[in-house]
């Protein structure tokens, strides 16, 4: 199997500085958004870390002993566990910046992240990015907001209609750098040929819907310009956050 893939980032049209991060690299065919909190450009350096403490794990279990800094989830391929080590490995990382630097407390981050390898794309994710899949012309969410609206919605108390407009839209409920231990959820789909993925920020999904999201991506002439798009998209709606988009196709 063999992925095209392609990243793009942009600080909006209301924020000084972007505290998002992401990662392409497809040797490795690992992807991940990082959209980070925290004053004092703290949110940047949080994502930051998490970016740069995933691919290193992730480079280094490649050919692994056996042994693992967490405990080995067996309902999930290793693939699946080498992702969800990183994440938590990125967790404490973020907690041990903080307690070296008085001035990064509070500070925080999401991340979604996938890994393929020839047969199996693996997902996890802390906080509200989001993780999407198109196949057959169709879009599918693959990951559940950490927020609290969308507590609420499964709950009961809100529609999905009145998440998107909540004031507590951007209250998240999990993110690394939060607690002492970070629990990611995971999934693994079957790849198939001509599948495209989406990892990207709220900074996205809060300002453009699905349906235009599934538009911009089938329509264009490639993931390049479908990128860009999607940034151009959200921030003709108002750029309220900082924006970040990766679009993976498998081959």
């Given amino acids: 199997m063999e992925v095209q893939a392609t990243g793009l980032t942009h600080v909006g049209r209301q924020r000084q500085h972007n505290e998002d991060s992401y990662?392409?690299?497809?040797?490795a065919r690992l992807f991940l958004v990082a959209d980070g909190m925290g004053g004092h450009a703290a949110g940047e350096i949080a994502s930051r870390i998490a970016v740069d403490s995933i691919s290193e794990f992730i480079i280094h279990t490649k050919e692994d002993d056996g042994t693992w800094p967490h405990a080995y989830d067996e309902q999930y391929k290793r693939i699946t566990n080498r992702l969800m080590a990183a994440v938590k490995m990125?967790?404490?990382?973020?907690?041990?910046?903080?307690?070296?630097?008085?001035?990064l407390r509070g500070m925080g981050t999401t991340v979604v992240a996938c890994l393929a390898d020839d047969k199996t794309i693996s997902f996890a994710h802390v906080g509200d990015s989001r993780a999407y899949m198109i196949r057959d012309g169709?879009?599918?969410?693959?990951?559940?907001?950490h927020s609290w609206v969308?507590?609420?919605?499964?709950?009961?108390?809100?529609?999905?209609?009145?998440?998107?407009?909540?004031?507590?839209?951007?209250?998240?409920?999990?993110?690394?750098?939060?607690?002492?231990?970070?629990t990611p959820d995971a999934s693994e789909i079957e790849i198939h040929s001509g599948d495209i993925y989406?990892?990207?920020?709220?900074?996205?999904?809060?300002?453009?819907?699905?349906?235009?999201?599934?538009r911009v991506v089938t329509e264009s002439p490639d993931l390049d310009a479908a990128c860009a798009q999607l940034i151009d998209a959200a921030n003709e709606r108002g750029g309220l956050d900082n924006i970040t988009a990766i679009l993976v196709r498998t081959i």
């Fill in 23 to 27: 990662l392409v690299a497809d040797d």
């Fill in 90 to 103: 990125a967790n404490t990382r973020v907690l041990e910046a903080m307690r070296k630097d008085a001035r």
């Fill in 138 to 145: 169709k879009l599918s969410r693959i990951t559940n907001d």
């Fill in 150 to 182: 969308f507590e609420q919605v499964q709950a009961g108390m809100l529609t999905e209609a009145e998440a998107e407009k909540h004031p507590l839209r951007n209250v998240i409920t999990r993110a690394l750098g939060g607690a002492l231990q970070v």
């Fill in 198 to 214: 989406l990892l990207c920020s709220d900074g996205l999904t809060g300002m453009v819907p699905e349906d235009e999201i599934l």
